[in-house]
C-alpha cells in the first residue's frame, strides 16, 4: 500500500458489466478499495461494479455522482465504519 503522499490523479481501468471503464483517482483511494475487495473477498472489478449499481439505484442519471467520486465516498464511508476494515 501507498502512504498516502501521492496526491496525484491517475486514471486506472475496470471492468463493470464486462465494459472497460476508466476512474480517476488518487494512490491513496487506490490503495484503500483494493483493501476493502479483499477483505471482502472479491475482485476489485466486482467492488466497483457494486459501488457502480449503488450509485445509479433509483437515481436519475442526471443527479448520479460520477463514478470516481462514488469511489471516493465509498472509500470514507469504510474508513469511518469500523465493522467493514
Known amino acids: 500500500m501507498s502512504d ?5 490523479i491517475r ?3 475496470v471492468t463493470i458489466g464486462g465494459h472497460r471503464t476508466s476512474v480517476s483517482l488518487e494512490a491513496a ?3 484503500e478499495l483494493l483493501a476493502i ?4 473477498g472479491v475482485s476489485l472489478n466486482v ?3 457494486d459501488i457502480d449499481r449503488e450509485r445509479l ?3 436519475d442519471l442526471r ?4 463514478l470516481s467520486s462514488a469511489l471516493r465516498l465509498h472509500v470514507l ?9
Open 47 to 49: 467492488l466497483v461494479a
Open 63 to 66: 443527479d448520479a455522482t460520477n
Open 77 to 85: 464511508e469504510a474508513l469511518k465504519t469500523p465493522l467493514s476494515r
Open 29 to 31: 483511494f487506490w490503495d
Open 11 to 13: 486514471k486506472r481501468s
Open 37 to 40: 475487495a479483499a477483505r471482502r
Open 4 to 8: 498516502g503522499g501521492d496526491a496525484r
Open 57 to 59: 439505484q433509483g437515481r
